[in-house]
Nanobody
Framework: QLQLVESGGGLVQPGGSLRLSCAAS????????IGWFRQAPGKEREGVSC???????VYADSVKGRFTISRDNAKNMVYLQMNSLEPEDTAVYYC??????????????????WGQGSQVTVSS
């Protein structure tokens, strides 16, 4: 049974940092694309970043230079390091997989397995 579980969310002040973790079970993620998405209240879910099976990465323009996605194959984990956080980054963050090696331009419809989400709140 493929499962993804996010952790690491919380409350942080503007300019602060958080690291989200995505733990995978039921499959070996080193050959799969894993993406991070977020959904703010009243808004559609949007892609934030993705790491392909090859290890190459994709970022939304809104987070380039501030967020970094990485993968630890030995631990079957994917991380999202978020720096210089802004109030606009407040959302529920989800990790998901396409069950393939590709990120498909971070389009939600291609990601077929999702975690339960982790709340990130950026506020003073």
């Amino acid at each position: 049974q493929l499962q993804l579980v996010e952790s690491g969310g919380g409350l942080v002040q503007p300019g602060g940092s958080l690291r989200l973790s995505c733990a995978a079970s039921g499959f070996t993620l080193d050959s799969y694309a894993i993406g991070w998405f977020r959904q703010a209240p009243g808004k559609e879910r949007e892609g934030v970043s993705c790491i392909k099976g090859s290890g190459s990465t994709v970022y939304a323009d809104s987070v380039k230079g501030r967020f970094t996605i990485s993968r630890d194959n030995a631990k079957n984990m994917v991380y999202l390091q978020m720096n210089s956080l802004e109030p606009e980054d407040t959302a529920v963050y989800y990790c998901a997989t396409t069950r393939s090696s590709y990120c498909y331009s971070l389009l939600v419809k291609w990601f077929v397995s999702w975690g339960q989400g982790s709340q990130v709140t950026v506020s003073s």
